[in-house]
């Protein structure tokens, strides 16, 4: 069974649209267009994530800050680097 990697996320909810905005100190920088409101944001999210990877919903776990902009969030079946690759950010590392 694959490691499933933890990546830091900073989401700046209620953004015009859903994007990712880069990726430095180590740390994913996102914007959800959701309001952080009864975790819309967080479902948001893990949409988000799970079409732009190709990954199901079910295989991304928030484990961290459900309800803090910074999240900690582990995607089953890809590596650290398939998952940047995939949202096109690039490490600054």
Do not use: W, Y
């Amino acid at each position: 069974m694959k490691h499933s990697p933890h990546i830091v996320l900073l989401v700046q909810p209620n953004a015009g649209r859903n994007e990712v905005v880069g990726f430095e100190d180590g740390v994913l920088r996102l914007k959800i267009a959701a309001p952080p409101v009864k975790g819309k944001a967080n479902r948001e999210l893990v949409d988000f994530l799970s079409k732009r990877l190709g990954v199901s919903k079910g295989s991304i776990t928030i484990e961290k800050g459900l309800t803090s902009r910074r999240k900690v969030v582990a995607i089953e079946g890809l590596s650290k680097d398939e998952v940047l690759r995939g949202l096109g950010a690039t490490s600054s590392e």
